[in-house]
């Protein structure tokens, strides 16, 4: 059976990959330190014996030994933990660094870590990015190649954290692919619009 690690699993978007890993086969590995996620996108698998939850602050160094317990035997990690939003990065810059920035640098080490102990042979990593980091794009839609212009802390620390990935897959072989969302909605999404 594969498993698979989701951080930030009870926010948005993750509580709904978790639930299609889970369809899969999958036994799921939770990670999220409830700072914007919520157990109820979670509650209708409460009794999944193949899903388990660990509050965890990946912007802690003090994670370091239950993440190294989470990410042990794991085939994917998909790391959707983050801080978002634009205007509160704005008002809380540093926490938005700590949360984006370090947290993405302490799992990254973490996976090192546990792959160099033996305990993670990692098929894939995969991080959440962001369009933000095109800032206000001059082509819509928006390619790839589109210039890089983060406007706000949100959009910087998004970025930063995806060259962190970037250079861990040419420095440590890690086998990672980064995706910038655009605009993602849904049920369980907090929004006031249609």
């Known amino acids: 059976m594969p498993v698979s690690l989701v951080t930030g699993g009870a926010g948005f978007i993750g509580s709904h990959l978790v639930e299609l890993l889970l369809s899969e086969g999958h036994e799921v590995r939770v990670v999220d330190n409830l700072s914007t996620g919520r157990l109820d996108n979670l509650s209708s698998l409460d009794s999944e014996p193949r899903l388990r939850f660990e509050n965890i602050d990946?912007?802690?160094?003090?994670?370091?030994?239950?993440?190294?317990?989470?990410?042990?035997?794991?085939?994917?990690?998909?790391?959707?933990?983050?801080?978002?939003?634009?205007v509160p990065s704005i008002q809380r810059p540093m926490e938005y660094h700590r949360a984006n920035v370090d947290g993405t640098a302490h799992l990254l080490d973490a996976v090192i870590r546990v792959?160099?102990?033996?305990?993670?042979?990692?098929?894939?990593?995969?991080?959440?990015?962001?369009?933000?980091?095109?800032?206000?794009?001059?082509?819509?839609?928006?390619?790839?190649?589109?210039?890089?212009?983060?406007?706000?802390?949100?959009?910087?620390?998004?970025?930063?954290?995806?060259?962190?990935?970037?250079?861990?897959?040419?420095?440590?072989?890690?086998?990672?692919?980064?995706?910038?969302l655009f605009n993602v909605y849904g049920p369980r999404s907090r929004t006031s619009g249609t």
């Not at 993440?67 to 998909?78: K, Q, T």
């Open 58 to 86: 990946l912007g802690s160094r003090s994670a370091s030994a239950a993440l190294d317990s989470m990410l042990a035997g794991c085939d994917h990690v998909f790391h959707l933990a983050a801080l978002a939003d634009i």
């Open 115 to 180: 792959t160099e102990s033996g305990a993670l042979a990692l098929k894939r990593f995969v991080y959440a990015a962001s369009s933000s980091c095109y800032g206000i794009p001059d082509d819509y839609p928006t390619p790839e190649t589109a210039d890089i212009r983060p406007l706000y802390p949100y959009a910087l620390t998004k970025r930063l954290a995806e060259e962190l990935v970037l250079h861990w897959v040419e420095v440590y072989g890690l086998p990672a692919v980064s995706l910038r």
